[in-house]
């Protein structure tokens, strides 16, 4: 697999202590890295752009799911084939980025799972639990970590999960468009270091994706643009 035809897409929000770190690791493997300034009002922009990625800005925090989508629009008509998706706070560690290669050769859309350890927050771990049986119940995909968002797809792919939710809500509803196509998919392990307890999908954002996912199942059917 040529790796000019994988981009690499990281939204980051005032990632200046991280980000010139992950874009110059990612590139070790993936050629073309895409990075998509969502509002910040530190130096993220300047040091992604000296790291070697593209950076594309929001003038405004729009939230990773828009950021995301920005991206994945971006590296889609720029004739990408196939798109890794990874954070740009050092939780995501790009040397595992040739695993996430390797299976893009066999399935539709890669997740990945944080394994288990003490540095995850108690609060995590039990609102990941309920999430991940959640979607099984309604959507038939069995998934260790349903809020990971270190994930892998074809570009054919992203245009059948195309997400709308412009928070964290869409690593949920990439999910749900997953299991409604029944798409191939597959999960490997990855480490993950939390260096700020406080950030990413809290207790509030817990609820409000358990209550799309039974939104997405029973009242929106439509894969809206």
């Not at 971006?74 to 390797?102: C, M, S, T, W």
Request: hydrophobic residues 40%.
């Amino acid at each position: 697999m040529k790796t000019s035809n994988i981009w690499a897409v990281i939204p980051a929000y005032n990632e200046e202590n991280e980000i010139s770190s992950i874009v110059k690791k990612t590139k070790k493997y993936v050629k073309n890295v895409v990075v998509v300034d969502d509002g910040s009002d530190d130096q993220t922009k300047q040091l992604a752009q000296n790291s070697g990625a593209k950076v594309l800005k929001h003038l405004v925090n729009l939230g990773k799911g828009a950021a995301l989508k920005t991206g994945c629009d971006y590296v889609a008509n720029k004739g990408a084939k196939f798109i890794i998706a990874l954070d740009a706070d050092a939780q995501h560690n790009p040397n595992d980025l040739p695993r996430f290669i390797e299976k893009l050769k066999k399935y539709d859309v890669i997740f990945s799972y944080r394994k288990l350890s003490r540095e995850m927050p108690l609060i995590l771990r039990i609102g990941n639990w309920f999430i991940s049986n959640t979607v099984k119940f309604l959507y038939g995909i069995k998934l260790k970590d349903t809020q990971c968002g270190f994930r892998a797809f074809s570009i054919e792919t992203y245009r059948k999960i195309r997400w709308n939710a412009p928070d964290y809500s869409m690593e949920s509803e990439m999910i749900s468009r997953a299991g409604k196509q029944r798409l191939k998919y597959v999960q490997i392990p990855i480490d993950t270091i939390y260096s700020d307890k406080y950030k990413g999908t809290t207790v509030l954002d817990g609820i409000k994706i358990v209550l799309n996912m039974f939104w997405w199942k029973f009242f929106n059917n439509k894969n809206k643009e």
